[in-house]
């Protein structure tokens, strides 16, 4: 069946590092992809998408792409912010009735 | 505006209870979810409500029944839970089953 498989956490960074939070996929045809953020006590928040090989979903100074070749999503920031620190998910759709596959989560500590 | 509303945030309630969590999304999305989430897991898909019809169930619990009243408001009824179902409770939606909107969630606490 699909499944998705991510980095273990913790990750933890100082203040305007690079990150890289690996995510590689398993899927029959052609998924949709995802990266959510989870900050503390809160709800998931759609980070970026990708829906076909070669997008690159960007926002918030994130940016992921979709490589067929090697099925995988790497969630990539240049420089990250304390106010960055959250649990990353990635995700896929295969668009069975919408079911998301999730990874594990990554959580991502940044100090200053 | 990608909006999905939970209500209410928190909510502690007996064993013996009868309790609702409440969801609203006014974007025409055609598909509602429940998930539960336990702590740093990724959340695990309850329900699928698609154009107001129960169309997945994941072999949850009677003790948890959903009801889907219109297009827009999914609720999630709560009886006789466990301490064991303590968790947040995510409710989403989509318009074609693809990119999923999460709400902020409810925190559940079964005592």
């Known amino acids: 069946g699909d499944s998705v498989t991510q980095m273990e956490g913790p990750v933890t960074l100082s203040e305007e590092a690079f990150l890289t939070i690996n995510c590689t996929y398993t899927a029959t045809g052609y998924p949709s992809l995802f990266w959510y953020v989870q900050y503390p006590g809160e709800g998931l928040q759609l980070l970026l998408k990708a829906t076909k090989a070669d997008d690159k979903g960007s926002n918030k100074g994130f940016e992921a792409t979709y490589r067929k070749e090697t099925t995988s999503f790497h969630l990539e920031k240049g420089s990250v912010q304390v106010s960055d620190s959250a649990v990353y998910f990635c995700?896929?759709?295969?668009?069975?009735?919408?079911?998301?596959?999730f990874g594990q989560g990554t959580e991502l500590s940044v100090k200053p | 505006d990608t909006e999905v509303t939970q209500t209410p945030k928190h909510l502690v309630m007996g064993m013996t209870n009868k309790k609702s969590l409440k969801c609203e999304q006014h974007m025409g999305h055609r598909a509602m979810y429940w998930y539960k989430q336990k702590a740093k897991k990724p959340p695990e898909l309850m329900f699928v409500y698609s154009y107001e019809k129960l169309s997945i169930n994941e072999s949850v619990p009677s003790r948890f029944s959903p009801e889907c009243p219109n297009s827009s408001l999914l609720n999630l009824h709560l009886h006789a839970l466990q301490p064991e179902d303590s968790a947040l409770y995510l409710c989403?939606?989509?318009?074609?089953?693809?990119?999923?909107?999460f709400g902020e969630g409810s925190w559940l606490t079964v005592v």
């Open positions: 995700a896929l759709s295969a668009n069975q009735g919408g079911k998301l596959i």
């Open positions: 989403a939606s989509s318009l074609s089953g693809n990119t999923i909107y």
